[in-house]
């Protein structure tokens, strides 16, 4: 059976994935499109996308069978995809679109549901949109390393990599006991490319002597960084969406 806090969270969640089919939000479709595809009229899908009302759990379940069928995270994001002429990935409509990490936020909570994590870990910059979502949905605290050290905090876990074919070294520095010994630590990008960030970040919390419960990542380029990243089996690497090398 069913309780009031699911019926809402369902609620919610069917209102979500509403906006990210409709154009005006980024997605494909527009509210006339989407009302031949539902059933539903035109002036009804509006109030539902502008918060004005909520669908009744009956109406919500409806409207998320049929919005399931249109709308597929993994395309979504491939949809996003951007590259530039020298093959450089542009991530800016998807780790601005709330509506995309929210849903994805959701996919790591049932891949993780059942296993331990008491923290998320991330890099900065890019990561931390999404690794919050996940913290969120989790209920834990979000841990960052930075590539700069900041100011107020007295001691640091420290890891170096050089970043792909480019020989450039990178540093990664985490405020010290931000993870603790006991912790079981989810790693958590918008992005895995080469590996060596992820590889950087699995270092840190080793370091710290905690352990590392798992990887999610929204998107992973190639197949090459599968090398670096060097897990136990039970600790599960899930991508949203994978696409080739450009």
Known sequence: MSTHAEDLKLRLMTIELLQMALRTHGGRFTYRELSQKTGLP????????????????????????????????????????RFNEDGFFDNTHIIGD??????????????????????????????????????????VDLAIAKKTKEVGVKAFLEETFTLGDSGMTV????????????????????????????????????????????VFSLIAIGEEWKKKINLPKECPIEVITKVKQP
Request: proline share 2%; aromatic share 4%; charged share 25%.
């Open 98 to 139: 709330h509506n995309i990490l929210r849903q994805a936020a959701r996919y790591a909570l049932s891949t993780f549901a059942g296993k331990r994590v008491t923290k998320v870990l991330t890099a900065a910059v890019d990561g931390i949109p999404i690794a919050t979502m996940v913290a969120n949905v989790l209920g």
């Open 42 to 81: 035109v002036t009804v899908l509006s109030r539902y996308a502008k918060g004005h009302v909520l669908p009744n759990v009956e109406r919500a379940k409806q409207l998320w069978n049929k919005l399931v069928t249109l709308v597929s995270l993994d395309k979504e994001l491939e949809r996003r995809m």
């Open 171 to 214: 540093t990664l520095y985490l405020p010290k006991n931000t993870i603790k010994r006991k912790d079981s630590v989810l790693i958590v990008d918008d992005m895995i490319k080469t590996g060596e960030t992820q590889a950087a970040l699995i270092n840190l919390v080793h370091k710290a002597k905690a352990e590392v419960s798992g």
